[in-house]
């Protein structure tokens, strides 16, 4: 048989057939697990998965950069885990070459529709950053730890939070509250401690779906921002909504079991 007609073969095999073998392989895991105060921790993660080389597989070819050298093809491979079972809840697959590692998670959580969402606490790494992340979460009702970059960095959420937060110390849990709105106005302006302004250029579709949801301009939302020191020298920062009834060393196991993960299938 010609690579043709394998080709062609390939082409003919519905998309549901790969969600339902997905399926298939992942009920044969261990179901959703409660090990962790009575809650599953889920956490969302990328990689590159290699596979035979076609340069004619254009989004997912990977041009040598040095003559003699060959290219490879790749896809990316999203996926939402049971931090504890193992098992993979959803993956998302992109093209090698024009990942977007924030859609999938969206795309995940648009997926996600436990029976009772306040169960679960979804966890990820600073590269999924965004406000419309926290958004999101409050739209699904879910819980989440995300660790987030340093408020020293003006990419970092909590380089707006800056002054509310106690750097100097080496481990600090701060509760931050703001309404957050899509009017500009002087009083709002004035009171940058009440209220937190969003652009309407950014991205963040989630927030208007929450201000359409209770049509208003205006959504409260509090979270706790969390500094724990993770080797000398070494201080991580977490972005959470859990309640207090979670103490810190509580979020610390939370970020072991949601990192060591990572660690593990990086």
Same mark, same amino acid.
């Given at each position: ?21 997905f ?8 179901a ?6 009575d ?34 093809n ?62 999101h ?8 730890? /995300? =660790? %987030? ?10 380089? #707006?939070?800056? $002054?509310? &937060? !106690? ?55 509090? /979270? =706790? %921002?969390?500094?724990?020191k ?6 991580? #920062?977490l972005? $959470?909504? &859990? !309640? ?20 593990i299938?990086?």
């Amino acid at each position: 048989m010609t690579w043709f007609l394998i080709l062609f073969h390939l082409s003919q095999i519905s998309l549901s057939a790969f969600e339902y073998l997905f399926s298939e392989f992942s009920s044969s895991f261990p179901a959703t697990t409660n090990k962790f105060k009575d809650h599953c921790v889920l956490t969302c993660d990328g990689c590159h998965v290699v596979y035979t080389t076609n340069s004619e597989i254009i989004e997912d070819y990977n041009k040598p950069h040095l003559i003699d050298y060959k290219g490879y093809n790749h896809m990316h491979l999203n996926g939402f885990v049971d931090v504890i079972s193992k098992a993979f809840l959803d993956i998302v697959i992109q093209p090698g070459q024009k990942p977007d590692e924030r859609q999938a998670f969206h795309m995940m959580l648009d997926h996600f529709s436990p029976g009772n969402p306040q169960k679960y606490i979804v966890t990820a790494d600073r590269g999924y950053e965004s406000y419309d992340l926290l958004f999101h979460c409050e739209l699904k009702n879910l819980n989440y730890v /995300f =660790r %987030v970059k340093a408020p020293s960095s003006s990419k970092s959420l909590l380089s #707006y939070y800056a $002054t509310e &937060l !106690p750097d100097d110390l080496e481990e600090f849990d701060v509760t931050i509250k703001r309404y957050f709105t899509d009017k500009a106005t002087n009083v709002m302006k004035d009171q940058s401690d009440v209220y937190r302004y969003i652009n309407p250029s950014k991205n963040t579709p989630h927030f208007y779906e929450l201000l359409n949801r209770d049509k208003r301009h205006l959504y409260f939302m509090q /979270f =706790r %921002v969390v500094k724990i020191k993770t080797a000398e020298n070494t201080y991580e #920062y977490l972005i $959470t909504n &859990l !309640p207090h009834s979670f103490t810190m060393e509580d979020i610390k196991e939370c970020y072991h079991w949601s990192w060591g993960i990572m660690q593990i299938s990086a």
